[in-house]
């Protein structure tokens, strides 16, 4: 058999950005539509097998209420990796996905294996083609999202869903040295490739 090892692994983002939804996906390929919300954090285990090792993900699935966000350095202490998650239709969970990025810097053990996630992407199926203006930087790398809705010409005629652009979250994670994946918990798009590439990142012990 494959050497195995546990990966302590935490879901941190705002409250009903999908963090249990991509758990439930992932670990039952299931999908519900009106999830109710997450009390204090909830515990699953998922093994992936990669070519070489078995890894056993160890799942902490916090609530994203701001009551429970003094709980979260308990969940985040001593874990190997985390996904950072945020809803791109919504500019102010990629502003706190960012925070939650520094706060693990900052806090949590150095090799940690973060990974920036954009659920929702089956919601931006109207997708205009990419446009060109820069994402705008404070100087402090929370990089804040253009809001005038780039230049699409068509913009009155078909509104966007999508709010937070591809490659501002990209340049972001990029720069903070992160995974970044955009995922659908409801038609499962790349939910197992974030879960995939993070087992790959944890090194062999
Ligand atoms: P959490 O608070 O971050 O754990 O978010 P939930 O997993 O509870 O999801 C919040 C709401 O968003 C629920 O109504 C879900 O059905 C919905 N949701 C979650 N993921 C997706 C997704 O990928 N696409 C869409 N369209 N809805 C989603
Ligand atoms: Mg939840």
Redesign the pocket.
């Known amino acids: 058999p494959k050497p195995s090892s546990s990966v302590k692994l935490v879901l941190l ?1 705002e ?8 758990v439930m996906r992932f670990v039952n390929n299931d ?5 109710e ?2 009390i204090g954090a909830a515990f699953l285990t998922q093994k992936i097998s990669l070519s070489t090792r078995t890894i056993k993900f160890e799942i902490w ?1 916090t609530a ?1 209420q701001e009551r429970f966000a003094s709980l979260a350095p308990m969940y985040y202490r001593n874990a190997q990796a985390a996904l950072v ?1 945020y809803d791109i239709t919504k500019p102010s969970s990629f502003t706190k996905a960012q925070h939650w990025v520094s706060e693990l810097q900052r806090q949590a053990s150095p090799n940690i294996v973060i990974a920036v996630v954009g ?5 931006a199926s109207n997708d205009p083609p990419p446009s060109t203006s820069a994402p705008i930087s404070d100087g402090d790398g929370i990089v804040a999202v253009p809001t005038d809705g780039g230049e699409g010409e068509l913009e009155d005629e078909e509104e966007t869903i999508r709010k937070v652009p591809v490659r501002t979250a990209k340049a972001y994670a990029d720069e903070e040295k992160a995974l970044f994946f955009e ?4 038609t499962g798009h790349n939910v197992a490739e974030v879960f995939t590439a993070i087992a790959n990142q944890i090194p062999e012990t």
């Open positions: 983002g409250a009903a950005v999908g963090k249990s939804s991509l999908f519900q539509e009106n999830k919300p997450t699935d994203g998650v659920n929702k992407a089956d919601l995922t659908s918990a409801k």
